[in-house]
């Protein structure tokens, strides 16, 4: 059955990328985008069949063929599928590099650089999950669990997990029970602060002040840090 949803500016289809269950976009940005660009575009069931023929990857349209013009069936099975904390913070931190991680050697630095900001970006993006639709409480529950935090650990370079085990002593928090928000949101600050340090490092055009000398935490920035503020308490 054809689509007769009439013709929109490329713009909106540029807004919304093909879901494939992989990527670091997860199903409620994908869902939200989707809505944003179509809301009372023809009918929910041309909304159903656009979403599932041009929106959708090749598995997912085999998976979703006998409700593919059942729009709230469509999005209710793709939020049951990929909405769950773990597969959303999961596919962001994929895109992270774990392995051949970049050293402390001057030569390192700019890959350093990038690095952390890849980090740090993949920080922002869980951050803004709840904006989405996922619900705060089921993510941080994720969030400071002990699979979430190990899978964080593993991309920080080697070099650096000494400076963040000091923090965590420091803090009180316990170097080797990797679980709790305490120890999920100094990492995170950690992280900050690191990629705050070496950007001076990164290819970029414009001046930009010299690192400073060591990690300092920077106390004043850690609300822009925290998901819940009460999630500590």
């Known amino acids: ?11 909106y289809s540029e807004d919304v990328p093909v879901f494939d269950g992989n990527g670091d976009i997860s199903i409620y940005e994908f869902i939200k985008r989707f809505k944003n660009c179509f809301q009372g575009e023809g009918s929910s069931q041309e909304r159903a069949e656009l979403l599932h023929r041009k ?4 598995e997912i349209k085999r998976m979703t063929e ?3 013009d059942n ?3 469509l999005i209710a099975t793709l939020m049951d599928r990929f909405g769950h904390p773990q597969t959303v913070v999961s596919n962001i931190l994929r895109a992270v590099p774990a392995t051949g ?5 001057d030569e390192d630095r700019p890959r350093l650089a990038s690095h952390l900001r890849q980090l740090e970006s993949a920080f922002t993006q869980i951050s803004n999950l709840p904006s989405y639709g996922l619900d705060e409480g089921d993510l941080m529950s994720y969030l400071m669990g002990y699979q979430c935090l190990q899978v964080i650990r593993e991309r920080i370079p080697g070099h650096m997990i000494v400076d963040l085990n000091r923090i965590l002593r420091e803090n009180k928090v316990s170097r080797t029970n990797i ?3 305490d120890h999920y949101q100094l990492t995170r600050e950690f992280i900050a602060d690191q990629a705050l340090d070496y950007d001076y490092f990164q290819p970029t ?5 010299k690192p400073r000398e060591g990690t300092k ?6 609300a822009e840090h925290v998901l819940v503020a009460h999630g500590s308490d």
Not at 1 to 11: E, F, I, N, Q, T
Not at 55 to 58: E, K, Q, R, T, V
Not at 217 to 222: C, G, L, M, P
């Open 1 to 11: 059955m054809g689509c007769g949803l009439k013709r929109l500016p490329a713009k």
């Open 71 to 73: 729009l709230d069936a």
């Open 101 to 105: 991680l970049p050293t402390a050697s």
């Open 179 to 181: 679980v709790g928000w």
């Open 66 to 68: 006998d409700i593919k």
């Open 205 to 209: 055009a414009g001046k930009k002040s």
């Open 55 to 58: 929106y959708l990857g090749l």
């Open 217 to 222: 935490k920077r106390k004043d920035q850690s």
